[in-house]
């Protein structure tokens, strides 16, 4: 381990023993550094590393701080990171869609509530209403998938999915300018969701879900011969 990386996991054991719990203020720096046996500059490194993965906020003019702590929160890293895969790496998140958002959605079937369900069938209906402007018709697809999973009751799973699902909208953006009729079928495909949520059906539900997830992921292997990186882009 390098220096700054031995800084941070020394923060980062005083946060996971309870020293630090989420909300605490940290010590001012020089107490800190002195109390970790660390130099001023190392400190201020761990400090900046914490604080882009969401362990740590600075407040200018009152200190930093330990962040909630909540999944949501420290998944977020997830999305930021599949934005930047291609080619095979999203192929591979795609299959982790597969394993992991059909159970999910089976799982919503069980637990969704008429509010939320009235959400999930919102975005449905925007989807039909945009069915010729890909641009919003994406925007309701990541939409409804977001609701499909907060439905779940589980944050972790929702923050999960929500930032593996939601970064791929690059590629559904090319599906729905380079192949006829994707969004009708598209539509179809979170139309037979929502009616097995709707059902309260989970084996139907997740079955849904596994079609839909399983066209995605065939279309994909069809055309990661061409550059992901140099797709068409939405008419402005």
Known sequence: MSLTERAIERIRQLIKDGT???GARLPPEQE???ELGLSRNLLREAVRSLVTTRVLEVRRGDGTYVTSLTPELLLEGVGLAVEMMRGDDLLEI???RRLFEPVATGLA????TPGQLAEVERHLNAMIEARNDVEALNHHDDAFHRAVFESTGNKSLSALLGGIAGRTLRSRVWRGLAEENAAGRTIAEHAAIYRALAHRDAPLAQAAALMHVGTTETWLRENLGHSLETTARPPR
């Open 109 to 112: 079937a069980t637990r969704i």
């Open 94 to 96: 795609t299959e982790v």
């Open 32 to 34: 800190l550094a002195a």
């Open 20 to 22: 630090l719990p989420p």
